[in-house]
């Protein structure tokens, strides 16, 4: 079946140490996203990324890196430059192109500094 | 800017009641209007959409239609379930690209 996979499902990180967190995608989509998500709040943007080697930050992309050298991945970094990284992360991915494509979302990380 | 605004929560109903969730939207072009569902610890889940004025998604029991003259994408369902607890997004996209933007999030409690 196709869909998006984020692993691991939950994350713990020391203070000062970076993390990634994998996403994979078999949709053959060509854009991918990455949103942060506080308890009660809305998605915020971190990253996104049209095409292959090449990405654009989002709203909130201080304390993160991401890289896209395949089309089915895009993992996020979550760097030690993080002030507050506990939250739930979530990958999304679409279609590019007119047509209303809808994003499809992977199950999220839920990350937590220890 | 394009964004979506949604009405706050949290809302609690009990079962069979009527549910109404508002959102409205601003956009520099013609988008395209989601609801998505989340259910704890868990992503999103599309659950209905609408790509131009006037058509109505709907899905589960739940509908929305896309009015352009008020900007809005109302998400209404007749009569709700105890299953239907969750948190609702209201999200758009420009077809000129594919930057999503979605509204803060209605959670809806349902009571037996």
């Known amino acids: 079946d196709g869909g998006i996979t984020q692993s691991p499902k939950y994350l713990f990180r020391k203070e000062g140490q970076n993390v990634t967190l994998s996403c994979e995608q078999n949709l053959n989509h060509d854009a991918m996203y990455w949103y942060r998500q506080d308890p009660g709040q809305g998605l915020r943007l971190i990253y996104y990324?049209?095409?292959?080697?090449?990405?654009q930050k989002g709203d909130i992309a201080e304390g993160y890196s991401v890289s896209r050298e395949k089309k089915e991945s895009f993992p996020l970094t979550v760097t030690s430059a993080q002030k507050n990284p506990t939250a739930f992360y979530l990958c999304?991915?679409?279609?590019?192109?007119?047509?209303?494509?809808?994003?499809?979302f992977g199950q999220g990380t839920r990350l937590t500094v220890v | 800017g394009d964004s979506v605004t949604q009405m706050e929560g949290p809302v609690t109903l009990s079962e069979e009641a009527f549910l109404t969730i508002n959102c409205t939207y601003t956009a520099t072009g013609y988008p395209s209007l989601f609801w998505y569902v989340q259910y704890p610890g868990e992503g999103l889940q599309l659950l209905l959409k609408?790509?131009?004025?006037?058509d109505k998604g709907s899905n589960k029991g739940f509908e929305a239609t896309y009015r352009k003259e008020t900007t809005s994408f109302h998400l209404e369902k007749g009569s709700v379930q105890v299953s239907d607890s969750a948190v609702y997004f209201c999200a758009l996209t420009l077809n000129t690209g594919n930057q999503f933007y979605f509204g803060t999030g209605t959670s809806l409690t349902v009571i037996p």
């Open positions: 990324s049209q095409i292959v080697n090449d990405f």
């Open positions: 609408a790509t131009k004025a006037d």
């Open positions: 999304a991915s679409s279609q590019l192109g007119p047509g209303g494509t809808e994003a499809f």
